[in-house]
């Protein structure tokens, strides 16, 4: 599957965002999607997902209460919306795609996702 990540930009603290993520191919709904995001001179840190069928889904509590996860799999498309939007969040977003075969949901690692789009560049201005 391919992913391209679309909607980063510049905003002003507390501004809020919707982060896409398009997938190509027909099996869109085999794969638990993920945000994931990387800050400058930092390690890439996990965001939120949620699972194949959107039922269920799982956040950094850095982000819990302001950012949701979901998907619409007849789009073909995972959407990450950013609210209240803080300084800290700056980072390269990433959506990254695991496949549902050989993967607890509970318990999936970074490692566990096959599949990355390019990146989208969110920068909170304060």
């Known amino acids: 599957v391919q992913l391209q990540a679309s909607g980063g930009g510049l905003v002003q603290a507390g501004a809020s965002l919707r982060l896409s993520c398009a997938a190509s191919?027909?099996?869109?709904?085999?794969?638990?999607m993920g945000w994931f995001r990387q800050a400058p001179g930092k390690e890439r840190e996990f965001v939120a997902r949620i699972s194949w069928s959107g039922g269920n889904t799982y956040y950094a509590e850095s982000v819990k209460g302001r950012f949701t996860i979901s998907r619409d799999n007849a789009k073909n498309t995972v959407y990450l919306q950013m609210n209240s939007l803080k300084p800290e969040d700056t980072a390269v977003y990433y959506c990254?795609?695991?496949?549902?075969?050989?993967?607890?949901?509970?318990?999936?690692?970074?490692?566990?996702?096959?599949?990355w789009g390019q990146g989208t560049l969110v920068t909170v201005s304060s």
């Open positions: 191919g027909r099996t869109f709904s085999s794969y638990h």
């Open positions: 990254a795609a695991a496949n549902t075969f050989g993967n607890n949901w509970y318990r999936l690692a970074q490692s566990d996702y096959a599949y």
